[in-house]
């Protein structure tokens, strides 16, 4: 995400970045870079002018040249500046009425059924709710099939009417169906219009004057770059919409709407997709977003997402394990499955200051552990729940029923053991430490 545009604003700011004075002369060359760097990414030419000119105000009347380190505060200006241009402050989905009514709308392809699971999924699982999905896409093919297969998949019903194509009246009924069975979040997901289409913008607007919906999305590709952006100002002007949400943020992305779309059509970006599993969703936080942007990681959001998938009751149980010399195997594999669970493995590692930069051209696959996972499996359950029993004999069998390498597993014996006499030694700061450990072992 962002990899192109993080790396040409790291080779304009560059010259800025140590202690020594810096110059109006260099101000101005960099922010000239600055400005190339944004347009590369797509972003519109007056943003990105205007972004660079209030930037340049603020170095020259903040006396940012004569300070004690002119450019770490050059950057934190950019920063700054950065995230006032994706919206300043976080903004949260109105979850008000009830039901609660949302109504997605979009581009044809640019994931809104997709979307609509993932927040059916979030905000049953986040925010304890209630969510029915209705189909109101009576045009595209098998649309239908896909939300219920997306439902299926996340626990949550889809309502449908065969044989009804207007979708202003499924979405009628759905709401009465929803008040009667006590859904308290209705999802409509819609079908894909183009902007150009008068009868299809037309049929929006009367799903939208219907069902009155508390919260209107209007779902993004974000590697359609500008064009997306200036699609969202169609349709803003017909459904003046609540919000953005930016999906395929985890493709080879310009990051150009990311930037700039706040600016256009004044409607902050709530929600970012970067992924196909239904938990690849995330609130979108513009500050944090400017930090991974510029390199310095997102830790605020690591370690969300870290405590989301911490179990207080398992942590316990695995402590004692710990003051016992008890530490296993399958205690190990649990913990390979909470990270996991905390997504996409590159994302992840992009959270981490300086590292997402160091790692932007290794290929970091979704199946990091499988390798250390298939190891494990091959254990008998004795070896996994006692490993001072493994000898070589066992390390080779254990290898030819994984596919690995005597090496591979003794490699994997060793960081085991080193893994274990830390966490034996720690106690306090034990959540952080283990995920340090695990990391090494990608």
Do not use: W
Not at 164 to 180: D, R, T
Not at 276 to 292: L, Q
Not at 360 to 370: C, G, S, T
Not at 409 to 420: A, D, H, I, P
């Amino acid at each position: 995400m962002f990899d192109n545009l993080s790396d040409k604003l790291d080779r304009a700011l560059h010259v800025l970045k140590g202690h020594g004075s810096i110059t109006e002369i260099n101000v101005a060359e960099t922010l000239k870079e600055v400005r190339r760097a944004l347009l590369d990414a797509d972003v519109n030419f007056k943003i990105a002018k205007d972004f660079t000119n209030r930037v340049k105000e603020k170095v020259l009347g903040q006396n940012v040249l004569t300070s004690l380190h002119p450019g770490q505060l050059m950057i934190k200006l950019v920063k700054d500046e950065l995230t006032e241009l994706m919206g300043g402050e976080t903004a949260v989905i109105n979850l008000g009425g009830t039901p609660t009514v949302v109504l997605m709308s979009g581009l044809q392809g640019s994931g809104k059924t997709t979307f609509s699971g993932k927040l059916a999924n979030y905000l049953k699982t986040k925010k304890n709710k209630n969510p029915l999905l209705v189909a109101c896409d009576v045009y595209r093919p098998a649309a239908i099939d896909q939300l219920q297969v997306v439902g299926k998949q996340i626990g949550v019903e889809v309502f449908s009417e065969e044989g009804n194509l207007n979708p202003v009246e499924i979405a009628q009924n759905a709401m009465s169906y929803a008040k009667k069975n006590g859904f308290n979040v209705v999802i409509v997901d819609t079908a894909g219009r183009l902007a150009v289409d008068e009868v299809m913008m037309t049929e929006i607007e009367n799903i939208h004057k219907a069902i009155k919906p508390h919260e209107t999305l209007f779902i993004v590709d974000a590697m359609t770059g500008q064009d997306a952006v200036n699609t969202a100002k169609t349709f803003n002007d017909r459904l003046n919409f609540d919000g953005v949400v930016l999906t395929k943020l985890d493709g080879d992305t310009r990051g150009g709407a990311a930037i700039s779309i706040k600016s256009v059509v004044n409607k902050p970006i709530k929600f970012i997709s970067t992924g196909e599993k239904m938990e690849a969703i995330d609130v979108f936080h513009p500050s944090r977003m400017a930090d991974r942007i510029l390199g310095m990681g997102d830790v605020v959001s690591l370690v969300e997402r870290a405590q989301e998938q911490f179990d207080e009751e398992e942590a316990r149980k695995i402590q004692k394990k710990i003051a016992k010399n008890q530490f296993g195997f399958d205690d190990f594999l649990k913990q390979i499955q909470q990270v996991k669970k905390m997504g996409n493995m590159k994302d992840l590692v992009g959270m981490i200051p300086g590292v997402g930069k160091a790692m932007k051209n290794v290929d970091i696959d979704d199946d990091a552990f499988k390798n250390i996972e298939a190891i494990i499996h091959s254990m008998t359950p004795e070896e996994r729940s006692n490993p001072s029993i493994i000898n070589t004999s066992r390390k080779k069998r254990i290898g030819r029923g994984s596919g690995s390498s005597l090496q591979e597993v003794n490699q994997l014996m060793k960081q085991f053991n080193q893994m274990s006499k830390m966490m034996k030694m720690m106690q306090g700061g034990r959540g952080k430490k283990m995920m340090q450990a695990m990391a090494k072992m990608k």
